[in-house]
Each structure stands twice: as C-alpha cells, then as structure tokens.
C-alpha cells in the first residue's frame, strides 16, 4: 500500500524559506515520476515541481528559481525547498507520484497518489 506523508509547513513572513518533507512508504520515490502540487482555496490545483526518475526536474515559471525538489533515496523522501517565499504561494502543499511515468513528470494527469497535504501561508 502506498501512502505519502508531508511535513514542514508552517507561517512564515514573505522573503523567508521552508522546507518540505514527503516520506514514502509502500513505493521508491526512486522509480517513477513525483511532483508536489498546491491549492489556495477558491482556486485550481497547481503542480509547482516535478523530478524523474533520473532526478530530472522541472518547475513552472512563478517558481522557478525559487523552489527547487529533490529526493533522498536512501530515505525513501521527497523534498521541497523554497525560498523567498511570496504571500501568493500560501496553500495547501501535496506531494503525488505517477506509477506510470519515468520521465516527462509534467502536467497534472497520471497522479495517482497523493498524501494529505500540509498548510504553508506566506504573510506580507
């Protein structure tokens, strides 16, 4: 059974940085494509990074330069590091894997699993 846990968001003040954690049970975040996703309320889900199984990634262009994904294979653990955070980057926080995809992780299609998500509000 797969199931992704997330941790580390929190309130911080616009220009400041988190972390986030996605520890996978179940599945290797090693093997097929992962993303983490966001949703503010009243709006769409967003994907806002992606890594392949090769450690490929890819970002849309509100983040990029800012956030950047990673993994830990040893740990089985998908991160999110993001920096100079902006008020409009407050939301719910998911990571998801594609057990369909090695490569090509872009788009919101093919997200099978997801974890519960965790809050990141950016105050001005």
């Known amino acids: 059974q797969v199931q992704l846990v997330e941790s580390g968001g929190g309130s911080v003040q616009a220009g400041g940085s988190l972390r986030l954690s996605c520890a996978a049970s179940?599945?290797?975040?090693?093997?097929?494509?992962m993303a983490w996703f966001r949703q503010a309320p009243g709006q769409e889900r967003e994907g806002v990074a992606y890594?392949?199984?090769?450690?490929?990634?890819g970002y849309p262009y509100s983040v990029k330069g800012r956030f950047t994904i990673s993994k830990d294979n040893a740990k089985n653990t998908l991160y999110l590091q993001m920096n100079s955070l902006k008020p409009e980057d407050t939301g719910m926080y998911y990571c998801?894997?594609?057990?369909?995809?090695?490569?090509?992780?872009?788009?919101?299609?093919?997200?099978?699993?997801w974890g519960q998500g965790t809050q990141v509000t950016v105050s001005s």
């Open positions: 890594i392949d199984s090769h450690g490929g990634t």
């Open positions: 179940g599945y290797t975040v090693s093997t097929y494509c």
């Open positions: 998801a894997t594609d057990p369909g995809r090695r490569f090509a992780c872009g788009g919101n299609s093919g997200y099978t699993y």
